[in-house]
């Protein structure tokens, strides 16, 4: 399937790696031009951008600043956004463990570099009166969970940020999307300091067992691949799905066994 994404230019947060690195890579390989946002580079991505078409700009965007300065160096043409950027801290001592502090950074990373880059992105799409906003939320969002409790409420509070923008501009010719994975592949879960390891260190059962427990909540009985997210990302960054606006679209293999 041709998605015609061909020479068109998009900008991706947190994309050193995960799933950010995923949605990179799958822009690239559509012969997009692809600027990656992140504090720091990563053997993944600086593989990347060797190949041509990607560039890296370095940016903080927990710091108020870090959007307009990601934004600004990329230039007055952006045909897609994703808004990958964020962190879920484990909480196994539950919401009486979560500090005001803690609170306000859950929230700064994964609502407010959203709402920071759309604001600068914004405009620039009106202008040209075409674009698609990808914001990567979470199963979270509809699936409260005490020990990840102010991820969930941010991821919420996302999703219901993405589907107001959507009303606002969908006149306009930008479309405005979720993607909401349940528990992937990446460092969030799996390396030395993911969720998987405080967990462990909590409960007392090994890491491999705490991913087991979570794979097996899925119906497919596994956690998804960052790739099989960044496809969704790639198909709804494109005019396949023109007429797509103000959706959720959840990969988490059934893990959310409601609807």
């Not at 794979?215 to 998804?224: C, D, E, I, P």
Request: net charge negative.
């Amino acid at each position: 399937m041709d998605l015609g994404l061909e020479g068109r230019v998009a900008v991706v947060t947190g994309a050193s790696r995960g799933i950010g690195l995923a949605v990179v890579e799958a822009f690239a390989a559509e012969g997009m031009q692809v600027v990656a946002g992140a504090r720091h580079s990563s053997e993944g991505l600086d593989a990347l951008v060797r190949g041509g078409n990607v560039r890296l700009v370095q940016a903080d965007l927990a710091e108020v600043e870090g959007a307009g300065r990601l934004i600004a160096a990329v230039g007055d043409r952006i045909d897609v956004l994703v808004n990958n950027v964020g962190s879920a801290p484990a909480r196994p001592g539950g919401f009486l463990s979560v500090t005001d502090e803690q609170w306000q950074e859950t929230m700064n990373l994964n609502l407010f570099t959203a709402v920071r880059v759309t604001r600068e992105v914004l405009p620039l799409m009106l202008a040209r009166g075409s674009g698609s906003i990808v914001n990567v939320c979470s199963v979270n969002a509809v699936y409260p969970d005490p020990g990840v409790i102010d991820y969930c409420a941010a991821k919420a509070a996302l999703a219901n940020f993405s589907k107001g923008v959507s009303k606002e501009v969908g006149g306009h010719g930008i479309r405005v999307n979720t993607v909401s994975p349940g528990p992937v592949e990446t460092d969030l879960w799996l390396a030395g300091g993911g969720i998987a390891a405080a967990v462990s260190q909590a409960t007392g059962m090994a890491p491999e067992e705490v991913a087991a427990q979570a794979a097996g909540l899925a119906v497919t009985g596994r956690f998804s691949k960052p790739a099989e997210v960044a496809d969704v990302v790639l198909v709804l960054a494109s005019d396949r799905t023109g007429n797509v606006t103000g959706s959720d679209i959840t990969v988490d293999g059934g893990f959310v066994t409601t609807w």
